[in-house]
């Protein structure tokens, strides 16, 4: 199990990059899922840094998920 939770660092950082490139779309469906995907690689980071006690990252994705969550209602029909 704890090899297993090692891993989730990859699936994170795959996320993270792959939201980060949806997010600097021009086409607004991209952005909306470029969002989701940062919330989903803040939670894959988050369980990462509760398995290494990392908890100047899980501040950090606390943070960041906040600030995804601002960019999914700027980005919303008003």
Known sequence: ?????????WPAFA???A???LVASREKSRRNL????????NV???A??????????IALQ???AALNIRGLFKTEDK
């Open 1 to 9: 199990m704890q090899d297993l939770l090692s891993l989730i660092q």
């Open 15 to 17: 996320a993270s990059v």
């Open 19 to 21: 939201a980060a490139w």
């Open 34 to 41: 470029g969002f989701w995907i940062f919330l989903l690689s």
């Open 44 to 46: 894959l980071w988050v």
């Open 48 to 57: 990462w840094g509760l398995h290494t006690r990392a908890w100047a990252l």
């Open 62 to 64: 606390v943070c960041l």
